[in-house]
Nanobody
Framework: QVQLVESGGGLVQIGGSLRLSCAAS????????MGWFRQAPGKEREFVAA????????NYADSVKGRFTISRDNAKNTMYLQMNSLKPEDTADYYC???????????????????WGQGTQVTVSS
């Protein structure tokens, strides 16, 4: 089992940047593919980005491609989401998730993931 804790959310102006972190504890972090999801009020949880266990494979939602970057540091048991050029439509609660899988594989849907953090709120306003 792995425990996940997100941090780094907050209020930011349009066009600004934030870096979210997801700290993992418990079983070996490098055993898990990791993902970021978000959920805006009144909307379903949606995929944002994912990264494989071995860093090689990443995937992004079209809505964030070119603006967000997912990364991980297995030595620090931490995953990151660098968010640039933020827009009001990026406002949501952001969740990190862990999926036990092979080294190159990703999870692109919420139901593929085994463990979830509690979320961190991101608000983008003018």
């Amino acid at each position: 089992q792995v425990q996940l804790v997100e941090s780094g959310g907050g209020l930011v102006q349009i066009g600004g940047s934030l870096r979210l972190s997801c700290a993992a504890s418990g079983r070996t972090f490098s055993s898990y593919a990791m993902g970021w999801f978000r959920q805006a009020p009144g909307k379903e949880r949606e995929f944002v980005a994912a990264i494989s266990r071995n860093f090689v494979t990443t995937n992004y939602a079209d809505s964030v491609k070119g603006r967000f970057t997912i990364s991980r540091d297995n030595a620090k048991n931490t995953m990151y989401l660098q968010m640039n050029s933020l827009k009001p439509e990026d406002t949501a609660d952001y969740y990190c998730a862990a999926k036990s899988t092979g080294p190159f594989r990703l999870g692109l849907t919420a139901d593929e993931y085994d463990y979830w953090g509690q979320g961190t709120q991101v608000t983008v306003s003018s």
